[in-house]
């Protein structure tokens, strides 16, 4: 009888372990004469045996089911793991249908380690927060992560997409990883102190934090399980964790002091795109349709975005603006126009002699669609699927606020407010029959900040402004009517 002993070239040797077992198995190596160990790890006591000669004529498949599972279960942290693995491919050979047996001891447990990682894995991708060190050219974002698996290789592609535009370095204690805009490169692990302990996009962290933390919404085990304790020293949000707790209950109180009690959404209601005409809508609180937006899964935008943006203003306004969706800002904030466009609407507003504070104000889609650029989010317009499936919400809101005007603030506003393309220019300047309100078609302000050249930019504001005083004065007449 010889016993082997194999030496994996690294904790991550999937091609070795695969290698190894393959020889082993075909020479019919039983798994209780086979110790497994790893290059370089403390008290290696035997030396390594060579593999037995490979024979070419002999062969075993083993089923992809199982390739799948233990180039998974491999990166868990279990010395266990290798021969674990040896045991079942060994077992597989006379019973390729084992793999599916879920309560198998062999394969119960490989399924525990390959779930282990891949919540670690999940853990990764949610809690890596960069910091940025350098200036302009020169700046390049470190962070640093203490993952309890060997998943630096399995997670680092996600980090490549997501952050493609800037250089990074995520460090671990047993591997780092770094990016330069092409290609990932793998290190030697690091020290905590090699990595930036805070740098000024923490404020951001900390203030977006505060912003999507509803302490409505606060279950303190949930959010543990989700954001273990032992994540928090890394994550700049933490420190605001406990005082955002504790005073949970009083902003909860004082929450709904403010808000009209709140009937709880059918969850059918909430599934079904609902593609009714607002003729046919029954009017509901907007407090109401503001809680069950927040889950809208209608389209695929909900994903990347902090939150839905619903609209907001009185209840019964007699204006109701709409633009195309929330921007960077607005996502953050959960409010509509409060960044950059925002401000040319208050203005343009405001010199039209509209206040904003009694006009409601939203947007034909209200999550906010873009793409990652560094840590920048380009803003991307909105698609046709994208404004149906949000249209519901608009005819919603149409039918809780029943304004007089609404007015449709660039393309992708007119589309969902006449429900197909409608072109500005063409449009702009007179009002439009709607089954139970009027229309007024008008450019995005956004358009505004855009345009390149002063004179232009000049001009094009007059003749927003010059929209807006239609509206002012359409509400003066209806006022005196
Ligand atoms: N642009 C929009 O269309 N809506 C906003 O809320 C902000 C910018």
């Not at 082997?4 to 190596?29: P, Y």
């Not at 062999?106 to 960069?130: G, P, T, Y």
């Not at 005073?247 to 403010?258: G, H, L």
């Not at 409060?338 to 209200?366: C, F, S, W």
Request: proline share 8%.
């Amino acid at each position: 009888m010889t016993l082997h002993t194999i030496i994996l070239g690294s904790e991550t040797d999937f091609a070795g372990w695969r290698d190894a077992a393959r020889a082993l198995a075909l020479a019919n190596v039983p798994p209780e004469h086979i110790t497994w160990t790893v290059k370089g790890r403390a008290a290696q006591l035997f030396e390594p045996t060579s593999l037995p000669p490979a024979d070419p004529d002999r062969t075993f498949t083993v089923p992809a089911a199982f390739v799948d599972l233990a180039s998974i279960a491999i990166l868990n942290r279990n010395p266990e793991r290798f021969a674990r693995l040896y045991r079942l491919l060994w077992r597989l050979r006379d019973t390729p249908r084992l793999i599916e047996d879920a309560t198998d001891p062999d394969v119960a447990i490989l399924q525990k380690f390959a779930r282990e990682v891949r919540r670690d894995e999940h853990k990764m991708h949610a809690f890596v927060r960069f910091r940025e060190l350098g200036r302009g050219k020169e700046a390049r974002f470190v962070a640093w992560f203490e993952p309890e698996h060997h998943i630096v290789e399995l997670a680092a592609p996600f980090f490549a997409r997501r952050f493609a535009d800037m250089p990074w370095s995520i460090l671990t204690p047993e591997r780092c990883v770094h990016w330069d805009g092409r290609d990932t490169v793998f290190t030697e692990g690091a020290a905590k102190s090699d990595s930036p302990s805070s740098d000024p996009l923490e404020d951001i962290w900390r203030s977006y934090y505060a912003n999507i933390f509803n302490p409505a919404r606060l279950k303190i085990k949930a959010m543990q399980a989700e954001m273990p304790k032992k994540y928090w020293r890394n994550l700049p949000e933490a420190s605001l964790i406990d005082p955002l707790i504790a005073n949970a209950a009083r902003t909860t109180q004082a929450m709904i002091e403010r808000e009209a009690p709140v009937p709880r959404p059918s969850r059918q209601r909430k599934e079904e795109p609902i593609m009714a005409s607002p003729a046919h809508i029954k009017s509901e609180s907007l407090a109401a349709l503001r809680a069950e937006a927040a889950d809208c899964r209608a389209c695929h935008l909900w994903k990347d975005a902090t939150q839905t943006v619903f609209g907001e203003g009185p209840r019964h306004a007699p204006i109701m603006l709409v633009g195309e969706q929330p921007g960077d800002k607005e996502d953050l904030a959960g409010k509509p126009f409060v960044g950059p466009a925002g401000q040319v609407l208050n203005r343009a507003l405001d010199e039209a002699g509209i206040d904003r504070d009694k006009v409601y104000v939203t947007n034909a889609v209200k999550h906010f669609k873009f793409v990652p650029r560094g840590k920048i989010r380009l803003h991307q317009k909105p698609n046709t699927p994208e404004i149906k499936a949000c249209r519901p919400w608009y005819e919603r809101e149409l039918a809780a606020v029943k304004p007089a005007l609404v007015v449709a603030m660039g393309a992708t506003a007119a589309q969902s407010v006449f429900g197909k393309i409608t072109p500005i220019g063409k449009n702009r300047g007179h009002l439009i029959d709607l089954d139970e309100a009027k229309a007024l078609v008008t450019v995005h302000p956004s358009y505004l900040l855009r345009l390149p050249d002063a004179d232009a930019k000049e001009r094009e504001y007059a003749n927003f402004v010059k929209d807006l005083k239609l509206a002012a004065s359409f509400l003066h007449k209806l006022k005196a009517a």
